[in-house]
Structures are given as structure tokens and as C-alpha cells.
């Protein structure tokens, strides 16, 4: 296609478990691939020399293929999104298309000069100051010093690192790092910006800046790839979105709806997930879930409530050892993955440590709260002693419905009737009012 930044077919990465490969396993590996296509199938049929490689090395328990016959077209001023699981290939592909690894199979085909952020520091030279990396990473790109220097003051001013300049970077925090290696990535204009999650590492109000920034950047016509776990970020920036599972490419269409479909693809339904065998948390946090229901006052197990009727949301855990006050909880979305609010049972930090054993932890999320729609409810836990709160994210996820009951008097209005749209907002919540006549003003007489 013309307009084309990348082009990517076929692609495939095969790396082999428990690090390098011996040398004389890798030059057998070697000379077989050197041989594709000397070999052809005879009259009879029988396969090359290549063809047997390949087969037993896909049968092999001593390799995988970290991406699988990935194709993808991405055009120039679009702005990508890629998501997936951790382990599914998002940052092999990024990788490839910086040029840091080769691909085992396929080709990729660029026009126009990249730019990558992969991680914190990557195209650094740690003995060089903070000034000289951004002319070192300039030239990388072909840029010429003149125009390094127009941008100079501007990457430093982004970065927050105007003391530090002169320094060398091996004296920096993750954080100056990761400012200004975005900060470069981001001002020296390349034609192709690669960003996986490192944003991560920056705080909240840097984050802020950066997503911006990379709004600025798409909107002047060049190309973004941007790999994140925020789901958020990837439907406001992007246009588009792949998901990457298992090495492989299972959605590429609008941003919405990929994030949806990722979101949605563990989706329960009747209001209650059992896990046998019990499910790890994410976060290797020594804590088993059991079950996870969503019922009504009453105790009834269901998927479909009122706007105006509370729901109970009943998690059941197990503490394999003792827990440095454990906290287990949820986060509550809509249907489109928006996170409106994270609820936690903070009951053990009443106490240090708390005792293995199975427990229930509930909690009652009120009445006219949540405004008629869909909901998705996915849960974690977390401790202070190295276990941040991790969302399951492997099908520990319920969905449930609220419906218009068509009495909610801050929704409806008119003596001819009710509305009959949707109203406003995810919330609903009934927010008190009062109403007071003003006095009519008095004109003194002269």
C-alpha cells in the first residue's frame, strides 16, 4: 500500500527456553535455515531438509515462538495501540521493528526514520552527560546537529532535568532516565514513534505529560505504535488496535472495540465464577481465590439488578501464609473497560500479620449509584510487603447488567411522560437538592 509507514508479513520470532542457544545446536539450527530452498520436494513427495528442521523443532519442548505469522499494515499518521497478556509478544514485536532483534521468519518493510522508547535508558551511553546522549541519539537518527539544537531546550524543559544536563547519566534516577529518553524519542520528530510500557515508571503527573505529548505527535501526521496495559490511554489516543495473544495477532480493528473484546474475553455470566483449582494472583502473592458472586439483598445469586437495588459483592479467599496486612478487592468498569472506582477490604490492616485460613471478604455497592448499562467487576489483592494490587486479568471477571426500573426521579422529567434516552454519565448517584425563592429586589424611593 502507498501509504504504508510499516509493513509486516509473516512474521515470526522462535526463541529457544533457558536463555543461549550452544553453539553447535545453533550453527545445526543455522546451516538447516541456510539451506531453505536448496531442498525441494521431489516427485515423491517427501519434505526438504528444512521442512524436517521445522517440524521437529516445532514439536520441541526446548523452543516457542514468542510471535506467529504476525501481518499487519500500518499506515502513515496512524496512531496503533497494542495490547495483550503479559508474555504475548507485544514487546518481541517492538523489538523487532526497532531492529534490536531479527526475526526468525518474515519481513518487514519501513519507510520513514524510527524512533523507539522500549525501555528506561535504551540508546544511552551511561558514561555520556544527559546533553550529549540527546546529540548522540539525534545523529542515530539522522538528524542533522543544527536541528538537535533547535529542539535542545525544548526536550530538557520536557524532561525536568535542566540541573542535571551536563551529568552523566549513569548518576540518574529511573525517573530523570525515563524523562529524558521519552523526551528525546518524542521532540526529534522522527517519522515512526515505537513506545512500549515504560511510561510506567514515570509518576502520575509525568504520565499526564507524556500521553499528551504523544497526542501532539499524532496529530501532526506521524506515526505511533504504543504498547499499554491502560486501556484507557490506548482508546483516547489510538485509532486502532491489535491484539497480540499468544504470540499471535486475535483482533485488529477500532481501538473500541479491540479493547472491548480483550476486556470481555473471560466475561461470566449468572453472577458467579468458582475457581478449581483455586486461582494465584497475578502478583505472586501468597493468596488463593476461591469464588467471586454478585447477589441482591436477599442473598439470591444474579447477573441483572435495578438501578435502585444495592448489589453484593461476596469474594472468597484463602491466606496460604501468614499475610503482612493483605488487602483483597475489586475494580468495577463499564461495558468499554472504563474504570470507575477500585473497592478494598482493608479489615486486616486493623491487625500486622494475618493468619493463614479461607475467608469471605463483601462488601454492598449502594443503590442508585451506577446509571442502567453494563458492568464488568475484576479482582485483585495486595500487601505493603511487595505485592502491588494486580488485577487478575485471566478470567476471574463477572458481568452484570442494571436495568431502568423507570422510577428514578433525578432521570426523568416532564408531565407527558418519561424520558425515553439513556441519561447521562456511567454514575447516577441521588444528590441532594434544595431550592430557596430569592427575594424580589426593592427600590428605594428618592
Known amino acids: 500500500m502507498s501509504d504504508a509507514a510499516i509493513q509486516i508479513t509473516g512474521l515470526g520470532k522462535r526463541y529457544r527456553y533457558g536463555g543461549a542457544t550452544p553453539l553447535s545446536t545453533s550453527l545445526r539450527a543455522d546451516l538447516s535455515d541456510w539451506a531453505k530452498g536448496l531442498f525441494r520436494k521431489n516427485s515423491q513427495g517427501h519434505p526438504t531438509l528444512h521442512e524436517v528442521h521445522e517440524q521437529h523443532l516445532a514439536g520441541s519442548p526446548d523452543y516457542f515462538w514468542a510471535l506467529k505469522d504476525v501481518s499487519l499494515d500500518i499506515r502513515q499518521g496512524e496512531v496503533v ?103 528525546v524519542a518524542a521532540h526529534l520528530e522522527p517519522e515512526i514513534l515505537l513506545v512500549d510500557e515504560v511510561l510506567a515508571v514515570g509518576d502520575a503527573a509525568f504520565q499526564k505529560k507524556c500521553l499528551g505529548k504523544m497526542g501532539d505527535v499524532a496529530r501532526q501526521g506521524r506515526t505511533v505504535i504504543f504498547v499499554s496495559h491502560n486501556m484507557d490511554a490506548i482508546r483516547r489516543l489510538c485509532g486502532r488496535g491489535v491484539w497480540l495473544d499468544g504470540g499471535s495477532v486475535r483482533v485488529n480493528d477500532t481501538a473500541e472495540h479491540c479493547v472491548t473484546r480483550y476486556l470481555t474475553q473471560g466475561l461470566r455470566e449468572g453472577g458467579r465464577v468458582e475457581f478449581n483449582p483455586p486461582h494465584a494472583f497475578a502478583n505472586r502473592m501468597p493468596a488463593l481465590l476461591h469464588s467471586v458472586q454478585i447477589e441482591d439483598t436477599a ?57 493463614p485460613g479461607r475467608r469471605v471478604s463483601s462488601c454492598v455497592i449502594p443503590g442508585q449509584l451506577l446509571n442502567e448499562g453494563e458492568f464488568m467487576l475484576d479482582v485483585g489483592a495486595d500487601s505493603p510487603k511487595g505485592h502491588d494490587f494486580t488485577l487478575s486479568r485471566t478470567g476471574a471477571i463477572l458481568r452484570f447488567e442494571l436495568e431502568d426500573d423507570m422510577t428514578l426521579p433525578n432521570k426523568y422529567y416532564g408531565e407527558e411522560g418519561f424520558r425515553d434516552t439513556r441519561w447521562y454519565g456511567v454514575l447516577l448517584p441521588n444528590i441532594p437538592w434544595q431550592q430557596e425563592p430569592v427575594a424580589a429586589a426593592t427600590t428605594e424611593k428618592a
Open 299 to 355: 442473598g439470591k445469586v444474579a447477573s441483572h439488578f435495578s438501578c435502585r437495588s444495592p448489589i453484593r459483592v461476596r469474594i472468597e479467599w484463602e491466606a496460604v501464609e501468614r499475610l503482612y496486612k493483605p488487602r483483597i478487592g475489586f475494580v468495577l468498569m463499564d461495558g468499554t473497560g472504563l474504570e470507575i472506582f477500585c473497592a478494598l477490604d482493608a479489615e486486616s490492616w486493623r491487625g500486622e500479620w494475618l493468619t
Open 81 to 183: 495501540g497494542i495490547i495483550g497478556r503479559n508474555g504475548a509478544g507485544k514487546s518481541t514485536l517492538l523489538k523487532i521493528l526497532s531492529r534490536i532483534t531479527p526475526p526468525t521468519t518474515g519481513k518487514i518493510e519501513y519507510h520513514g526514520r524510527i524512533a523507539s522508547l522500549l525501555e528506561v535508558g535504551t540508546g544511552f551511553h551511561r558514561e555520556l552527560t544527559g546533553r550529549e546522549n540527546i546529540f548522540l541519539n539525534g545523529s542515530i537518527l539522522g538528524m542533522r546537529r543544527a536541528e538537535i539544537a533547535r529542539k535542545f531546550d525544548e526536550i530538557v524543559a520536557f524532561a525536568e532535568v535542566e540541573k542535571f544536563i551536563d551529568t552523566p547519566v549513569k548518576f540518574y534516577s529511573s525517573g530523570m532516565y525515563v524523562r529524558l529518553a521519552f523526551a
